[in-house]
């Protein structure tokens, strides 16, 4: 069964405004979770690293003040696109590990975000 | 040079052959190796993992692992149509200030024709 639940699945939005998407581990705590988006016919690229109770890491290129992060307890990580525009218009899925170290990323079903 | 690389594909084969899958990556500090299965329009799903050099089998897939050459290979036996997906080699960087990030490869895009 799923480990890792993401919601919503699928969201359409006029530009300029905002979305959120949850991520929620489920039956077990992650203090890391990995924000992943993808465009089509690419691949995954990581766009930043959740952590419980400080601030998120991102990725070289992505933007902060527009991809905000908030790990506000061990289940759960929202990501909000703030001010979203059209370029933004991607798959958004999040992942986290069961156990740490070199244990393997389960991922949500993901977000598919369409800015109108 | 990209830090995992694969041929995108497609590749075809018919039902019941052997569908081999191939990755090679660049951080020689890696140690960590994944094989995930992604539908058109889902997220990915993980296959198989691999830590050590050689083999891994787990039902019709077996994981190879070459760390001298740096290369992680995904065989699928008796391919069947509802393994028609890409498939997504990830490598666990070692990199210094990315320790936990996992790396993905394009996918290669797997075709079984029945």
């Known amino acids: 069964g799923a480990v890792v639940s993401q919601h919503p699945s699928w969201v359409i939005c006029k530009s300029g405004t905002s979305v959120k998407i949850e991520c929620r581990s489920l039956d077990f705590q992650a203090t890391t979770m990995f924000w992943y988006r993808q465009f089509p016919k690419q691949s995954l690229m990581l766009m930043a690293t959740s952590n419980e109770g400080s601030k998120a890491t991102y990725e070289q290129g992505v933007e902060k003040d527009k991809f905000l992060i908030n790990h506000a307890s061990l289940t759960l990580s929202t990501l909000t696109v703030t001010s979203a525009h059209p370029e933004d218009s991607s798959f958004y899925i999040c992942?986290?590990?069961?156990?740490?170290?070199?244990?393997?990323?389960?991922f949500g079903n993901g977000t598919r975000l369409t800015v109108t | 040079q990209k830090e995992v690389e694969q041929n995108s594909g497609p590749l075809s084969v018919p039902e019941g052959a052997i569908a081999s899958l191939n990755c090679t990556y660049s951080?020689?500090?890696?140690?960590?190796f994944f094989w995930y299965r992604q539908y058109s329009g889902k997220s990915p799903e993980l296959i198989m993992s691999?830590?050590?050099?050689g083999d891994k089998e787990d039902g019709r897939f077996t994981a190879q692992l070459n760390k001298a050459s740096q290369y992680v290979s995904l065989l699928i036996r008796d391919s069947q149509p509802s393994d028609s997906a890409t498939y997504l080699c990830?490598?666990?960087?070692?990199?210094?200030?990315?320790?936990?990030?996992?790396?993905f490869g394009a996918g290669t895009r797997l075709a079984v024709h029945p």
């Open positions: 691999i830590y050590s050099n």
């Open positions: 951080d020689r500090g890696s140690q960590s």
């Open positions: 992942s986290a590990q069961i156990q740490g170290g070199n244990s393997p990323l389960h």
């Open positions: 990830a490598v666990k960087s070692g990199l210094s200030g990315g320790y936990n990030k996992l790396i």
